[in-house]
């Protein structure tokens, strides 16, 4: 199936690699959200940037619980996000991935 994200690693590694991308997703109250968020450190400010980067806690989320943690561009701070709550990803050419859950 083209166009379809079905692992949160993989989920992790398109945010990674665009400049930035569209999310929509159901926050925790149920309400639907769409987020333009980063993980590209040259659109994070300096002040935002995470002190130290620890790897083995990023991964244990993801594996665990496959919550990702994202820069929010519009609201200026990091969210937390879980892959079984994201409907569709879209990165900067307008390319929608839909998250297809197991």
Same mark, same amino acid.
């Given at each position: 199936?083209?166009?379809?994200?079905?692992?949160?690693?993989?989920?992790?590694?398109?945010?990674?690699?665009?400049?930035?991308?569209?999310?929509?997703?159901?926050?925790?109250?149920?309400?639907?959200? +769409?987020? @333009?968020?980063?993980? #590209?450190?040259?659109? !994070?400010?300096?002040? %935002?940037?995470? =002190? *130290?980067?620890?790897?083995?806690? +990023?991964? @244990?989320?993801?594996? #665990?619980?496959?919550? !990702?943690?994202?820069? %929010?561009?519009? =609201? *200026?701070?990091?969210?937390?996000?879980?892959?079984?709550?994201?409907?569709?990803?879209?990165?900067?050419?307008?390319?929608?991935?839909?998250? *297809?859950?197991?």
């Amino acid at each position: 199936m083209a166009n379809v994200i079905d692992k949160a690693i993989d989920f992790l590694e398109k945010i990674r690699s665009e400049d930035f991308v569209k999310l929509k997703f159901t926050k925790a109250d149920g309400t639907e959200r +769409i987020m @333009k968020c980063t993980l #590209n450190f040259d659109k !994070i400010p300096k002040s %935002d940037q995470p =002190k *130290k980067i620890d790897l083995p806690k +990023i991964l @244990k989320l993801i594996n #665990n619980s496959s919550v !990702i943690h994202v820069y %929010d561009l519009e =609201k *200026k701070g990091w969210r937390s996000i879980k892959f079984d709550r994201v409907e569709w990803l879209e990165d900067a050419e307008n390319v929608r991935y839909s998250i *297809k859950r197991k």
